[in-house]
């Protein structure tokens, strides 16, 4: 027992227990702890409009960590408190029912958020109860890497240089290994939050896909990390199991960038040759980062060009196309299998994500901000910065983006990266018959070939929506107009 106050930790966007600075500071105090779960919807559309309500993937994702992290929570004696509301009324409102003395969170470095705990604070003040943030959610704060302006680095390389001259991020803290109970108060219950789909229920693939929680994120790492060789090309692969799948992972917080970094230069201490593939691995935590820099500058990223230039972009209006597009019935094989696996499972390949992006916003010359909003709602690792930031990297409106004007060869990357057709084939089952050779440009076989192959093109499987030399021509022409402005 302790005559000790008790300390809320106000979980977020970081559903773990080690390397989570404010739960490790709360447990070190010896006071009691009480876990909290804020679904605070309200106050990011009336406090914080930049905030966006979580698409339907993540949602049903959330759901699943949150079951993780209190089995956790319930494992080393504390309790996971669910509660539902503005956090500026709700988490005070708390506090002074188990008589608090602090509230700690983890920082997150974005204005929607930074704004919401701005205004807790404020009225925690009010009553007289402490609080405290905690770095953790990024390599680091986007306030250490500035231009001589006052503004964030729009360049990846030298952003990237300057994390490596910084010597990486700090050392991650332990999970505590006990935690004193706070008094028991009432808690929602998670289903009642109904986060996940049920009429109809279309997570089924989600769920054959992941397992989510702090304990897979590890295990997923540990294995990644050991089968690591080869990273740097088998990352471009699709037909290949060649990335580390944490990034739904790390969008929920149940390991923590400094966590991978951590881990990732130990294995190159221990492995000096794996060191490309590391470094390789390292730059795209990177990348990260620089999304997230580019968001604390930029809160409106997922709504307006970071370039102006491309507010007159003669963008084309197409339902049909779109609606093709999202159902992975374009024709062109590497973009429909791409559209069919984020569907299935709620992520892409990386390297197909920009193949369809491109033939989105380029051959279609449909607005990158209705292909960002598809990948908000079906990607379980949608994350406020990576997702708009790479979305106007490929359109060519955000930072970083030169040549903005190249215009991906659906079938040249899809012959490249997917050489046997065996990406294509797991999500387009229509084509399993045909040859690696016409696997990625079946309108070019012959009527033998595809009767063979049982297809009958335009029933079976759809003709492409539009020539690809058509579409590059038409958007080098739409592009000359934002070079010539």
Not at 285 to 306: E, K, S, V, Y
Not at 419 to 429: I, S
Not at 468 to 485: C, N, P
């Amino acid at each position: 027992m302790t005559d000790q106050a008790p300390i809320i930790v106000w979980f977020r966007d970081d559903l773990r227990l080690s390397d989570h600075p404010a739960l490790h500071a709360a447990a070190r105090s010896g006071a009691p702890v009480l876990c909290l779960y804020l679904l605070d919807e309200h106050s990011k559309q009336i406090k914080a409009p930049q905030a966006r309500p979580m698409g339907g993937a993540t949602r049903w994702w959330l759901a699943q960590s949150l079951r993780a992290l209190s089995a956790r929570i319930d494992a080393i004696g504390g309790t996971l408190v669910l509660r539902q509301g503005a956090a500026a009324k709700v988490i005070p409102a708390l506090a002074r029912e188990i008589d608090a003395s602090h509230v700690y969170w983890n920082e997150i470095a974005q204005a929607p958020h930074l704004a919401i705990a701005d205004d807790v604070t404020e009225a925690l003040a009010d009553l007289d109860i402490g609080t405290e943030s905690f770095a953790g959610d990024l390599l680091t704060h986007p306030n250490t890497i500035r231009m001589k302006e006052g503004r964030g680095l729009r360049v990846f390389t030298p952003f990237f240089k300057r994390i490596l001259a910084m010597g990486g991020p700090a050392k991650p803290v332990p999970a505590p290994k006990k935690l004193i109970a706070a008094p028991k108060v009432k808690s929602d219950k998670l289903d009642d939050w109904k986060l996940e789909p049920s009429k109809p229920d279309w997570a089924g693939g989600l769920r054959e896909s992941w397992t989510p929680g702090e304990v897979a994120a590890h295990r997923l790492l540990k294995a990644f990390l050991k089968n690591i060789q080869g990273y740097a090309a088998d990352r471009d692969r699709p037909d290949r199991d060649g990335t580390s799948r944490l990034s739904p992972h790390l969008r929920f917080g149940e390991i923590s960038p400094r966590q991978i970094w951590h881990a990732a230069q130990f294995t190159a201490d221990e492995h000096p040759k794996l060191q490309s593939d590391i470094g390789k691995f390292l730059s795209e935590l990177g990348w990260r980062d620089f999304c997230r820099h580019l968001l604390f500058d930029i809160p409106d990223l997922a709504t307006r060009n970071l370039q102006e230039s491309f507010d007159d972009f003669p963008w084309k209006t197409d339902r049909k196309a779109l609606k093709a597009w999202q159902r992975g019935l374009t024709g062109y094989p590497i973009v429909d299998a791409g559209m069919r696996e984020l569907w299935h499972t709620g992520v892409m390949h990386n390297r197909v994500r920009m193949v369809v992006a491109s033939f989105l916003v380029k051959h279609l010359l449909i607005d990158w901000r209705h292909g960002e909003a598809w990948f908000w709602d079906t990607l379980v690792d949608a994350d406020n910065g990576s997702n708009p930031a790479n979305w106007q990297w490929v359109a060519g409106s955000g930072a970083d983006a030169a040549p903005y004007f190249r215009v991906f060869n659906p079938i040249l990357q899809g012959e490249k990266f997917d050489p046997d057709g065996d990406y294509v084939r797991r999500w387009v089952p229509e084509l399993n018959n045909l040859s690696a050779k016409l696997v990625h440009q079946p309108w070019t076989a012959t009527p033998m070939e595809l009767k063979e192959a049982g297809i009958k093109l335009g029933s079976d499987y759809p003709m492409p929506i539009i020539d690809h030399k058509e579409g590059r021509d038409r958007a080098l022409k739409a592009y000359k107009t934002i070079r010539s402005s």
